[in-house]
C-alpha cells in the first residue's frame, strides 16, 4: 500500500510538473512572440512599420486584427463621411476622436499610464486614454486616410501635430484636441528632463519603441524580466531615447544576479 501511495505522488508531482513546464513553455512561447513579431514586421525602415499592425502586435494579436473590430470600421465610416460633407479633414479627425469615439482622459498620474491607457485597441474599446493611446489611435487613422499627422515628443509626454513644418496646429490628446503653442508648451514643461528629441516630429519607430518603454515601465517593479523583455523592444526601435538604458540599468541591477 505504501508503495503505491509513493507512485501516486510521484505521479501526481510528474503530472504537476509537466502542467507548470507546458504553462512556463507557452507564457515564455508567447513572450518570445510579442517581441519578435514587431522585428519581423519591420525591415528597418520606419515608412515600413504600421501603426494599426504594431497596436495587434502588442496585444498578441494577428497583424490584421482591426479588419474584425466594428469599432475601427465604423470610426473610418464616420471620417468618410464628415470629410465628404465637409472637405475638412482636421475637424473631421477631431470629431472622430473626441465626438464619435468620444475618448475621454484616463485621469492623471498611473491611470494615463496603466495599460488600458497606452494600448490603442483598449483605449478603442474603453473609451479611456491617456496621451499615447489616444496619440496612437489617431496615428493609425492619420496612417489609414493619408493625414499629415505626427505625434512630438515633451518631457514625459506626447502631443498631436497636424500640418506641416510651414502650416500646423498643435492638439493635446488629454485636452480633447485642445491647442497649445510650442512656447506654450515649453513653459508647461520647462522643468524637463531634456533630452535635444522634444518637438521634432517622432518617426514611427520611435514612438512604438516610447509604448515599449512605456509597457516595460509598468513592470519595473514586480516583473523585472518582463520589464527588460519590453526594454529591449525599445531599445532596438528608439535607441536614442536616454530613459530606456537609464531603465535597463534599474531593471538590471535589482536582479539578483545582476549582468
Not at 6 to 30: G, Q, T
Not at 43 to 59: H, I, L, P, T
Not at 83 to 98: C, G
Request: a neutral charge; charged letters at 20%; one cysteine or more.
Amino acid at each position: 500500500m505504501g508503495r503505491n501511495l509513493d507512485e501516486r505522488l510521484k505521479m501526481n508531482l510528474s503530472s504537476l510538473v509537466s502542467r507548470l513546464s507546458s504553462k512556463l513553455f507557452w507564457w515564455l512561447f508567447f513572450a518570445t512572440l510579442v517581441i519578435a513579431l514587431p522585428f519581423l514586421l519591420w525591415n528597418g525602415k520606419s515608412e515600413s512599420m504600421s501603426y494599426r499592425e504594431m497596436a495587434c502586435v502588442f496585444e498578441e494579436r494577428a497583424p490584421g486584427c482591426l479588419d474584425s473590430i466594428s469599432d475601427w470600421h465604423a470610426g473610418l465610416a464616420y471620417f468618410d463621411s464628415s470629410v465628404a460633407a465637409t472637405h475638412d479633414t482636421l475637424q473631421s479627425l477631431k470629431n472622430l476622436l473626441w465626438q464619435f469615439w468620444n475618448i475621454e482622459f484616463a485621469g492623471a498620474g498611473e491611470a494615463a499610464v496603466a495599460k488600458d491607457a497606452v494600448l490603442p485597441l483598449r483605449v478603442l474599446a474603453n473609451k479611456r486614454s491617456g496621451c499615447m493611446g489616444l496619440s496612437w489611435l489617431a496615428l493609425m487613422v492619420a496612417q489609414s486616410r493619408g493625414l499629415p499627422l505626427d505625434a512630438i515628443l515633451l518631457p514625459g509626454h506626447v502631443f498631436l501635430r497636424y500640418g506641416s513644418s510651414d502650416s500646423f496646429v498643435n492638439l493635446e490628446p488629454n485636452r480633447r484636441g485642445f491647442t497649445y503653442t510650442d512656447e506654450e508648451y515649453r513653459e508647461k514643461y520647462k522643468k524637463g528632463p531634456w533630452t535635444g528629441l522634444e518637438f521634432k516630429p517622432l518617426e514611427t519607430r520611435q514612438f512604438i519603441g516610447l509604448a515599449a518603454f512605456d509597457i516595460g515601465n509598468l513592470y519595473l517593479e514586480n516583473d523585472i524580466p518582463r520589464a527588460l523583455t519590453w526594454y529591449r523592444m525599445a531599445e532596438e526601435f528608439f535607441p536614442e531615447y536616454p530613459g530606456i538604458e537609464a531603465n535597463q540599468s534599474i531593471a538590471k541591477n535589482r536582479l539578483p544576479n545582476p549582468f
